[in-house]
């Protein structure tokens, strides 16, 4: 009698491409390699890891610093993957009313009756791969393929909250009305994300899911949008008298929530941040208020330390006619002015006002009070996330914000010099060769960095968007949606680039080009609207490359 002997192949990790300096992209097999590694990096994290976004055939891996991040990548080809235990935990049940805009479209494509399709729908289990798109949007896979319907060909503007939608392989809930282009087959009244719960998403990366149909929607756990605070009685803060363009509360950012689908945030110019809070005493991540191209004023609630950093600009504060001047006798001067330098803390006393002119050059301050803006938390951070909506919203008229005690010394600093900010001529920013620089040929990589790009008004927190001679791919179709992270150069089917900044989508379809070195997403923070970039690439640079060795077949 013959033996047969049968080796099984560790499953590995197929190749590891860089992003930029700080990121890894694992490329694997499929969707099942892909929650195994997750799984895998949840429960024991490499060395120096701070983030991990799984995607349709891609897993990011985010490092803490270039030197870690080239460490991270050359372990991940050498881990041998595992399957995830299931467990009958998590499971997640979604009330569900089948009656979407295209459940009759869905049962059509699929060949099966719309009874079918809800019988499809509810009689499996799916399980969350990722998260993206927006926080609590979970791509969900099922056991089979039997719902896998192409996107709509036309996206809506504007998708309801609660709409239970397919798209491809997956199902998910969309948390918020937002465009999409998903089939929709129904709704439910569960809420994906709910700030004021403990744990905000109710389903994550690896949760088990399974839909229940019914006749109505029952919705839980409503909240209250909150509105801002503004006639609080604060004894110590600074009262907004003009909010100029898009004010916003600012920090360092949240790190560690991209699997639940939340970028970053934080200043985009984190140097003058970090300047502005250093010269009040503050530590280096205390929040701030961060404005657009001038025109903020605020008013001192009690007596202030300020200090203002980033584009230089002219800093005026007008006194109240309460206020004695000391080269009077004693009575009052309404309407006295002074100035004030840049990167200097001065006092605001209380009642006094300060107003940021328009940048000499630059585009963004940042005003740092001693003590820090103290707004509350939001995932650990109180920044403003403009594209999720997550954290304080906009500054408005007599809003009030409270000086809080994020302070690490007794004295303010000294006065600090500030680098060169672009003005009107060409701001010059490395990039490093993308995960997807394949998309393109040599004479597109080099039009990349021999043109001129104007940064258009339609440009903000969440990309800069340029114009110029459209970049042509030398690939056909669509790239799975995969990890992003700052300073990514996506080139949409149009060919104009888009460089992600804080506040971008965490996963994208759109192929990566290259990738501006961490360390130049300051400067491009402070290019203005119809300001210039060329880009240069650095791929011989040794703090910028990454070289991995695609794993061998066995």
Request: hydrophobic share 40%; net charge negative; with cysteine.
């Amino acid at each position: 009698m013959e033996t047969v002997m049968h080796t099984t192949t560790a499953k590995r990790v197929r190749s590891v491409r860089p992003v930029g300096t700080r990121a890894v992209l694992a490329e694997l097999e499929g969707l099942q390699d892909v929650l195994a590694l997750q799984d895998m990096l949840y429960k024991s994290p490499l060395p120096g890891q701070v983030d991990v976004l799984a995607a349709a055939e891609t897993v990011m891996v985010v490092g803490e610093s270039a030197a870690a991040t080239r460490a991270i990548g050359a372990r991940l080809l050498e881990l041998e993957l595992t399957t995830p235990e299931v467990t009958d935990s998590g499971l997640v049940v979604i009330d569900t009313v089948y009656d979407g805009e295209d459940l009759a479209d869905v049962a059509e494509l699929t060949g099966l009756s719309v009874d079918g399709v809800i019988a499809a729908h509810t009689g499996q289990i799916w399980t969350v791969a990722f998260a993206g798109f927006a926080p609590g949007f979970g791509y969900m896979v099922g056991e089979n393929e039997a719902l896998t319907v192409p996107r709509r060909s036309s996206p809506r503007t504007a998708v309801p909250a609660g709409s239970v939608a397919l798209g491809g392989q997956y199902s998910a809930v969309y948390p918020r009305r937002s465009p999409g282009g998903w089939q929709l087959i129904g709704r439910t009244g569960a809420r994906m994300w709910d700030l004021d719960r403990a744990q905000p998403a109710l389903v994550r990366p690896g949760d088990r899911v399974q839909y229940r149909a019914v006749r109505d929607v029952v919705t839980t756990g409503v909240s209250v949008a909150r509105e801002p605070e503004t006639e609080r009685h604060t004894e110590s803060g600074l009262r907004i008298v003009n909010p100029g363009a898009q004010s916003l509360v600012q920090d360092l950012g949240r790190r560690g929530f991209g699997p639940l689908g939340v970028s970053a945030a934080g200043a985009l110019d984190r140097a003058s941040l970090r300047r502005a809070n250093r010269l009040v005493g503050n530590g280096a991540s205390a929040a701030a208020i961060e404005t657009v191209n001038g025109g903020l004023t605020v008013e001192a609630v009690g007596d202030q330390v300020i200090a203002v950093a980033g584009a230089p600009t002219t800093l005026t504060i007008q006194s109240p006619s309460w206020i004695e001047s000391e080269e009077s006798d004693g009575g009052a001067q309404p309407g006295a002015q002074r100035t004030v330098p840049m990167a200097t803390a001065f006092a605001l006393l209380d009642g006094e006002v300060l107003t940021l002119g328009a940048p000499e050059s630059g585009f963004r301050n940042y005003v740092a009070i001693r003590g820090g803006v103290d707004v509350p938390e939001v995932l650990g951070s109180r920044s403003a996330d403009t594209m999720s909506g997550i954290g304080p919203a906009p500054l408005v008229i007599k809003q009030v914000l409270p000086a809080g005690d994020a302070t690490e010394s007794t004295a303010v600093g000294a006065p600090e010099l500030q680098p060169d900010f672009p003005g009107t001529g060409v701001t010059v920013l490395d990039v490093v060769p993308g995960p997807r620089a394949d998309w393109f040929n040599q004479e597109a990589l080099d039009s990349l960095c021999s043109q001129e790009w104007l940064v258009t008004p339609q440009s903000n927190r969440v990309g800069m968007r340029l114009d110029g001679t459209p970049l042509e791919r030398t690939r056909e179709g669509e790239l799975p949606s995969e990890g992003t992270m700052a300073g990514a150069l996506q080139i949409p089917p149009a060919g104009l680039p888009v460089l992600f900044l804080a506040d971008h989508p965490i996963t994208g379809g759109y192929p990566v080009i290259g990738v501006v070195r961490d360390e130049h997403l300051d400067r491009a923070a402070q290019v203005p609207i119809g300001g210039r970039i060329r880009f240069r690439f650095v791929p011989d640079s040794p703090d910028a490359s990454m070289t991995f060795t695609k794993t061998p077949e066995k």
